[in-house]
């Protein structure tokens, strides 16, 4: 069946844009996370969603960056205001529930801020 | 607090040879462990997934191994070959206080294999 799809494979914006970057997770997966992943880092979790409600953003930078899941399935995380550090892989990864099931990744958006 | 580190950070070798890449975490209560390969500017692929209760989980030419115990797992590369320069990361899951699991990464082996 088909995996975890996020759309754009890469965005290039100016400083100062807005962005969305967009994630479908495997169907029937009711758990979904958003990770970021810096220049030479692993990646570091940003937002879990547990259905349409954002359970956990602990890991969010700060208040410029919000994320969303209406439905429960498709999830969009939404960048304001970009900065030049806002640029990284982010990826996305969802789970049949949020209880101990395994994360399937996937590919990422990468996003360069000029 | 979970915590991941991967040895060695970068790795050449030459075409043919075996290799090991070492991952270590602090917390044994884990439930799986991943590990993924990451090429340039690509995300990731999910390369192989052990479960806690599994020692090993092998994949053609991979072979990983988990030991809780001593919080470590390997990746073995047999008969490496140029296609595989990459970076190899792996993940431990770690409970979050919102009751689910969030992944913690190494930072990762850069594998480069000459021909």
């Known amino acids: 069946g088909a995996g975890v799809s996020q759309t754009p494979s890469n965005k290039v914006t100016e400083k100062g844009k807005y962005v969305e970057l967009r994630c479908d997770p495997i169907s029937g997966h009711t758990a979904l996370y958003w990770y970021r992943q810096s220049l030479g880092q692993g990646p570091e979790f940003l937002i879990y969603f547990q259905g349409t409600g954002a359970a956990d953003d602990s890991g969010l930078p700060n208040d410029r960056f919000f994320a969303v899941r209406p439905e429960g399935s498709v999830s969009t995380l939404k960048i304001q205001r970009t900065e030049r550090g806002d640029s990284a892989v982010y990826l996305c990864?969802?789970?049949?529930?949020?209880?101990?099931?395994?994360?399937?990744f996937g590919p990422g958006t990468r996003l360069t801020v000029l | 607090k979970q915590e991941v580190t991967q040895i060695p950070a970068a790795l050449s070798v030459p075409e043919g040879e075996n290799l090991v890449l070492n991952c270590s975490f602090t917390?044994?209560?884990?439930?799986?462990l991943q590990w993924f390969r990451q090429d340039p500017g690509k995300g990731l692929t999910s390369l192989l997934l052990i479960q806690s209760s599994q020692r090993e989980q092998t994949s053609g030419r991979l072979n990983a191994s988990l030991d809780k115990s001593s919080g470590r797992s390997t990746l073995y590369i047999a008969a490496s070959q140029p296609g595989d320069s990459a970076t190899y990361l792996c993940?431990?899951?770690?409970?979050?206080?919102?009751?689910?699991?969030?992944?913690?990464f190494g930072t990762g082996t850069r594998l480069k294999v000459l021909a």
């Open positions: 990864a969802s789970s049949l529930t949020s209880k101990g099931d395994t994360q399937y």
């Open positions: 917390d044994s209560a884990i439930y799986n």
């Open positions: 993940a431990a899951p770690s409970p979050t206080t919102s009751g689910t699991y969030k992944y913690i």
